[in-house]
């Protein structure tokens, strides 16, 4: 924003008139200089919720096991199916547990840049309200404020 003084003013004058019209302004909308300034971005830690990689690996070992104990037919053939699926159980288990922990973090990624915008859209909301008083304020004094 840029003040002109229309009648003349001093620049002392115009410094005491914005002064005072800046605390006003302050004071209606509650918008702070020192607020607006960038915040570096510090980098969060998503954890994905729910069962970790290697329960649901040793349920879907479980699992194998339990079907291939139901099938086989003799002990060796029962281990060896055991172990087949056991490891199959293990692999899915932890190929599903990667995709829900990737799919947790792109979703908090989302809800933080939301919430940015937001805070972002907010405080824009606040420093046009915060120049339209500055402005209205100046004004009467005799400036041109633009």
Known sequence: MVVFPAKGQTPQQQSQDEGECYAWAKGQTGWIRWLQRPRPHSPRRNRASGPSRGRIGVRGAAAAQRRARSSARSPTTMRQGCRDRATAGVLAGGRQSRKNQQAAAQQA??????????????????????????????????????
């Open 109 to 146: 990624t989302q809800q933080e840049q939301q919430a940015a915008q937001q805070q972002q859209a907010a405080q824009q909301q606040q420093l046009e309200l915060f120049r339209k008083g500055f402005a209205a304020c100046l004004e009467p004094k005799g400036y041109t404020v633009k």
